[in-house]
């Protein structure tokens, strides 16, 4: 269990451990403010002895700088918060919680002049950061149980730390729901988890199961399952807020619970992390658990086509057709590139009968967008210039990273099948454009109607291979801290209802 946070206005007498915020002084060295030196005075250490320890080690308080004193048998801990942006207090809050792990409860000082969103942002990075999972059957119960933050006037951030709690948890989710292994998280387990989660948040959910999948068209999800002994579902979440405005969101999120490759097998290697390629969807199930707690006031519907792509006697081949949900035909040239072909039949189920205002697709859809963006920044495809501007500004509020990628037209000739309305990749006897996210995108557009949508690439960000800041190895979580960031300000719509 993560530990509990709570905003104080002094430093608590039964505290373990005292961390107080440093930044980088003008000239050399590090400073710390008024609050800091108060804290650190009640704690019963020496505010000299820290200024010599941090002058020896040279520390400077940049983001993520640690450095730990013994106060007998507590422990005073001085952390770097950098420039105080957002981003520098959730890397600050990381760190802390990744150097706390071994204690039992402690204090935080902010500086005084902190700001509501920085108790948000550290909020979200002391949980982030101390995040963790393991299949075991000798779990070990978190050592860290309770952080006090200790800020100026604790009623001014009680509903920032709400926020930032309840984004980082429903974070946290999505990294559970793609971190568990594929042996247990089939597509029916992923809707058993959704409707649960459905219960406890409020929300109206619907599984179409397989019969129900067919019977309604949706070709894509069906021939992408078709090869397992796990048959697809496709999950439908429902947010109707208790005070709305107008306007309705669909977000659409990859379901892959395990990605094979099908009859186009991957090598071993490659599969490995494939339990994760329903790391877009998890993220999408983790939003919609957190809406209701974040008073947002917009329709969210959810959208989760989910399927397990593997290769047997009963799986689609390549050279096969399949028919979208749309009536749209596709060649299936290579079963690995699957993805879009079960976010293809969502995407024009939501156009045809929800009616959003603004879709929005994620999904671990391409190698290629880690080609050319690398590990830090989704490829966003969206030809709106204000959905694109409010994702971007969302993207750098919650330290999500997001890149606005092109449409090229003339690429879409590499979509053009002999026998089928399109190719689920590029066809041979064109020009190799390369510019595999870029191709994916528009084969996508095809199925979005004229709705105002935008498409997120996620493959790169979806994944990490190393522990970076709040960023874990291993699932990300990626999507929810920017969906929420979003969705949840004062009118997520402005300038973007009625159909593009």
């Known amino acids: 269990m993560p530990p509990v946070l709570a905003l104080t206005e002094a430093v608590p007498a039964d505290a373990v451990a005292l961390v107080v915020g440093i930044s980088p002084a003008e000239a050399e060295g590090a400073r710390f403010d008024d609050a800091a030196q108060s804290a650190v005075d009640a704690f019963g250490a020496d505010v000299a002895t820290l200024a010599a320890v941090l002058s020896r080690d040279k520390v400077r308080g940049n983001a993520s700088d640690v450095v730990a004193i013994p106060v007998g048998n507590r422990l005073l801990l001085a952390a770097g918060l950098g420039d105080g942006t957002p981003r520098d207090l959730r890397r600050a809050g990381a760190a802390i919680a990744r150097r706390l792990k071994s204690v039992e409860s402690a204090a935080v000082t902010l500086p005084g002049n902190s700001t509501p969103g920085h108790v948000r942002a550290l909020a979200e990075g002391l949980l982030l950061g101390g995040y963790s999972f393991k299949v075991t059957n000798k779990p070990k119960p978190e050592t860290l149980t309770s952080v006090q933050l200790v800020v100026a006037s604790p009623s001014s951030s009680a509903h920032a730390l709400k926020a930032g709690v309840t984004t980082a948890t429903a974070t946290m989710l ?11 998280k089939t597509p029916q387990w ?3 988890q959704a409707q649960g989660l459905a219960r406890k948040t409020g929300l109206e959910v619907t599984i179409r199961d397989e019969r129900q999948l067919k019977a309604e068209g949706f070709g894509g999800l069906i021939g992408v399952g ?10 439908e979440l429902t947010y109707t807020p208790a005070d709305p405005v107008a306007g309705h969101v669909v977000l659409v999120g990859k379901g892959i619970t395990f990605d094979s490759g099908g009859l186009s097998l991957k090598p071993n290697a490659g599969m490995i992390p494939m339990k994760t390629d329903m790391a877009a969807g998890g993220a999408v199930i983790a939003t919609m658990s957190a ?10 519907t959810g959208l989760v086509p989910a399927a397990e792509n593997m290769p047997s006697g009963s799986a689609q ?29 969502a995407l024009s189920y939501a156009d045809a009968h929800l009616d959003p205002d603004v879709l929005i697709d994620l999904a671990t859809l391409t190698g290629a967008i ?5 590990k830090r920044h989704a490829g966003l495809f969206c030809a709106d210039e204000r959905l694109t501007s409010a994702l971007i500004d969302a993207g750098a509020a919650s330290g999500e990273g997001i890149w606005a990628m092109p449409f090229v037209d003339d690429y879409r000739v590499a979509l053009d099948s002999t026998v089928a309305d399109l190719s689920n990749v590029a066809v041979s006897g064109v020009p190799d454009f390369k510019g595999g996210a870029i191709i994916a995108a528009l084969f996508l557009r095809e199925f979005v109607g004229r709705r105002r949508w935008a498409h997120l690439d996620i493959a790169g960000v979806g994944r990490a291979e190393a522990d970076e800041h709040e960023v874990s190895k291993g699932p990300t979580g990626y999507g929810v801290r920017l969906l929420l960031h979003w969705l949840a300000g004062p009118d997520p719509l402005k300038g973007l209802r009625g159909r593009s």
Do not use: F, W
Request: hydrophobic residues 35%; proline residues 6%; glycine residues 8%.
């Open 174 to 184: 999505a990294r559970d729901l793609a971190n568990t292994p594929s042996s247990t």
């Open 190 to 192: 992923l809707a058993r």
């Open 226 to 235: 078709m090869g397992s002994a796990n048959p697809p579902r496709l999950i």
């Open 291 to 300: 809406l209701r707690d974040l008073g947002v006031r917009v329709k969210v």
């Open 317 to 345: 081949r390549p050279s096969d057709v399949l028919t979208q949900y749309n009536g749209t035909t596709v060649e299936v040239l290579n079963t690995d590139a699957e993805g879009r072909l079960v976010l293809a039949d």
């Open 370 to 374: 880690s080609s050319g963006l690398g």
